[in-house]
């Protein structure tokens, strides 16, 4: 299992209805064809022996027989496949019959479980042939020559890594009010198994589907779910063949409905992200019932490396849909502004101070100050923006700057830094020529202090501008840009700050507005501390220096938000920006990036407040919270 990933796959098999040397030649099939793909866990539909819609023929000993009969030949065609399969057909036990899920292993049974909850309304007749596992009167059967364990009680783990646990429910399991994968993953499970017999109707598809990502969100589990196809007897309704994966809350495939043919999708479970999600989140445990599992063990050869067939995003923070962008977007600013209205108003003061600096984070910091005043019907000349030119201030910044308050209608204030800079460096003995840390943070302290003075002068509160990016990596001055009275980009990351003034510029603004906008998109990043060149052009490049933000936003979302380990980070980005960046790239802006994170938090650990927007923060009082001295050893020599 590397990296924590293992590949489960969902069979749509085409079958005849009561033919179960049929359907299990279909069946064998597939399990070959999973095997070759390194699928490690396979699901086939509810019944799928028998096929589900049999009626009353499930009262006939010839077909219970023959499914027997059939099990016993897939039991031998597979013998020498290593991975778990989960078959459905009917058992005949102690005067019932049951409809089960059979798992089968390399020739082995390991188990046998029951459905629960028999339907027996609308379309569904199941009570008239099936009885709930619930009323089984043992716990384990022969079938097959086998003694085999049999009950709803049962979960299947993997003997040598306890992470690796599956539970099954079958179809009407999953729609009552609490499914019994509920209970099974509160007692291990990880991965969820649900062979079904779904039909379509209008409006199902997309309820169903939702069932599924939001039981697997609820469970923060995989959920790997697949139903009978076209083939089923369509006397009185239709079965689609719908599979899915689903992993907490993202539909990672599905298969296309009403295809007259078998079917085999997969994906990869990320494990090890389950896990940690579930230790993080404490009162997943707080609902545990007292409810008795039996742990069936098995084991499976150790995997060859694969390649991941699951999409990584190269930006996770974005949605990839432009629709669905823009409603977060739209639901960001939001939160934005109804932050800062609340401070505003709760501190009563008059006006709101920001420095303008031409680029992306002052820039969006503006937008969301100018809406908030039009939310509490307050003037913008209110908006006290400063521009303070300093040794690296570029034409186009300063431009950018200056176009940008006017058109915003906001009050303007032009103070140049550069004196009030060459007389502190004088009193600390500092040469000018010597562009060094100091040379640098002596103007971005100078522009901080201008600001929270004029606020205490005006009464005021100093907007800040800085964003989650740069806090990850440390790239403010402490007590310089990296201080303000309210800090309103401050989970927000790099990446997504473009989208969000790209999404103000399109849906919110004035052409004028809009124009200096889409400008400002297409200005460098710089924090523009040193002289430009001798071309007047931006010379310090904030990328050229940190590295690329839109890798370390990637390093950062998955150390923060899932606790991935380096190893893991490195691979998943060089699937994620597979042409983009190489493996060495990659490994050598991740070092940097753990470099910087370490040792940088004495910066997020006295944070001024600002609002949390998505579901990372480095917030001290928030997400966060994490010794400034703490050792990046491990994780550096983790980074090959």
């Known amino acids: 299992m590397e990296y924590g990933f293992v590949r489960v796959g969902a069979a749509v098999p085409k079958m005849k209805v009561a033919n179960c040397e049929y359907n299990c030649s279909r069946i064998v099939d597939l399990i070959k064809r999973a095997d070759k793909e390194k699928v490690k866990f396979l699901v086939f539909p509810e019944l799928c022996i028998t096929s589900y819609s049999c009626g009353d023929l499930f009262h006939q000993d010839i077909l219970l027989k023959e499914a027997l009969r059939q099990l016993e030949n897939?039991?031998?065609?597979?013998?020498?496949?290593?991975?778990?399969?989960?078959?459905?057909?009917?058992?005949?036990?102690?005067?019932?019959?049951?409809?089960?899920?059979?798992?089968?292993?390399?020739?082995?049974?390991?188990?046998?479980?029951?459905?629960?909850?028999?339907?027996?309304?609308?379309?569904?007749?199941?009570?008239?042939w099936f009885s709930s596992g619930n009323k089984a009167l043992v716990d384990t059967?022969?079938?097959?020559?086998?003694?085999?364990?049999?009950?709803?009680?049962?979960?299947?783990?993997?003997?040598q890594n306890s992470d690796l646990c599956f539970g099954i429910e079958i179809c009407e399991d999953l729609w009552v009010p609490i499914p019994p994968s509920s209970y099974q993953c509160m007692n291990g499970a990880t991965l969820i198994f649900n062979p079904?017999?779904?039909?379509?109707?209008?409006?199902?598809?997309?309820?169903?589907?939702?069932?599924?990502?939001?039981?697997?969100?609820?469970?923060?589990?995989?959920?790997?779910?697949?139903s009978s196809n076209v083939n089923e007897s369509t006397t009185d309704v239709v079965f689609g063949g719908h599979a899915m994966v689903a992993e907490y809350g993202s539909l990672l495939c599905e298969s296309e409905r009403f295809l007259d043919d078998d079917q085999l999708i997969y994906s990869e479970i990320d494990l090890q992200k389950l896990i940690n999600d579930r230790r993080k989140n404490t009162s997943f445990m707080e609902g545990v019932v007292d409810k008795k599992y039996r742990r069936i063990f098995f084991n499976q050869k150790e995997s060859e490396c694969m390649e991941l067939t699951?999409?990584?995003?190269?930006?996770?923070?974005?949605?990839?849909?432009?629709?669905?962008?823009?409603?977060?977007?739209?639901?960001?600013?939001?939160?934005?502004?109804?932050?800062?209205?609340?401070?505003?108003?709760?501190?009563g003061l008059k006006y709101s101070v920001i420095g303008i600096s031409g680029g992306l984070d002052s820039t969006l910091a503006l937008l969301v100050t100018a809406k908030t005043y039009e939310l509490l019907g307050i003037s913008p000349e209110n908006i006290i923006a400063v521009t303070m030119p300093g040794f690296g201030t570029t034409d186009t910044t300063y431009t950018n700057a200056m176009d940008l308050m006017k058109a915003m209608k906001v009050s303007i204030r032009e103070i140049n830094?550069?004196?009030?800079?060459?007389?502190?460096?004088?009193?600390?003995?500092?040469?000018?020529?010597?562009?060094?840390?100091?040379?640098?943070?002596v103007q971005a302290r100078e522009r901080t202090q201008i600001l929270m003075d004029l606020a205490?002068?005006?009464?005021?509160?100093?907007?800040?501008?800085?964003?989650?990016?740069?806090?990850?990596?440390?790239?403010?001055?402490?007590?310089?840009?990296?201080?303000?009275?309210?800090?309103?980009?401050?989970?927000?990351?790099?990446?997504?700050?473009?989208?969000?003034?790209?999404?103000?510029?399109?849906?919110?603004?004035?052409?004028?507005?809009k124009d200096i906008l889409f400008r400002i998109l297409d200005t460098p990043i710089s924090p523009e501390l040193l002289p430009p060149s001798a071309e007047g052009e931006i010379k310090q490049k904030t990328e050229d220096i940190v590295g690329p933000y839109e890798l370390h936003d990637f390093f950062m979302y998955h150390m923060i938000r899932y606790g991935a380990p380096p190893k893991k980070i490195s691979f998943l980005a060089q699937k994620a920006f597979e042409g983009k960046y190489s493996k060495d790239e990659i490994n050598k802006w991740l070092k940097v990036f753990i470099k910087r994170f370490f040792s940088q938090q004495f910066k997020r650990s006295c944070l001024p407040d600002g609002p949390k927007v998505g579901t990372i923060s480095l917030s001290p009082r928030g997400d966060?919270?994490?010794?400034?001295?703490?050792d990046s050893k491990e994780w550096l020599e983790e980074v090959e």
């Open 74 to 128: 897939v039991l031998k065609d597979t013998k020498d496949t290593d991975l778990i399969v989960i078959l459905g057909m009917p058992v005949s036990l102690n005067n019932q019959l049951f409809n089960c899920a059979v798992v089968i292993q390399s020739g082995k049974i390991l188990g046998v479980v029951p459905k629960t909850f028999i339907p027996n309304y609308s379309e569904f007749y199941e009570e008239r």
């Open 196 to 226: 079904s017999a779904s039909n379509e109707i209008i409006g199902k598809y997309e309820y169903r589907k939702e069932l599924v990502r939001q039981q697997s969100a609820r469970c923060i589990c995989g959920y790997v779910y697949t």
């Open 456 to 513: 205490n002068k005006l009464g005021g509160l100093v907007i800040g501008t800085g964003d989650l990016s740069e806090l990850a990596l440390g790239w403010c001055t402490y007590n310089g840009d990296h201080m303000s009275m309210y800090s309103v980009n401050c989970s927000i990351p790099k990446t997504l700050v473009k989208y969000l003034v790209r999404w103000v510029a399109e849906n919110m603004v004035d052409k004028n507005v």
């Open 141 to 159: 059967i022969n079938i097959c020559g086998q003694s085999v364990p049999f009950g709803i009680d049962l979960l299947f783990e993997d003997s």
């Open 310 to 347: 699951r999409y990584v995003p190269a930006y996770p923070f974005v949605p990839s849909n432009s629709a669905n962008r823009d409603l977060r977007c739209k639901e960001i600013f939001s939160i934005q502004t109804s932050a800062l209205a609340k401070r505003i108003k709760h501190t």
């Open 624 to 630: 966060w919270r994490m010794p400034s001295d703490a």
């Open 417 to 441: 830094i550069k004196d009030a800079c060459l007389q502190h460096f004088k009193d600390i003995g500092h040469d000018v020529n010597i562009h060094d840390v100091t040379y640098e943070n």
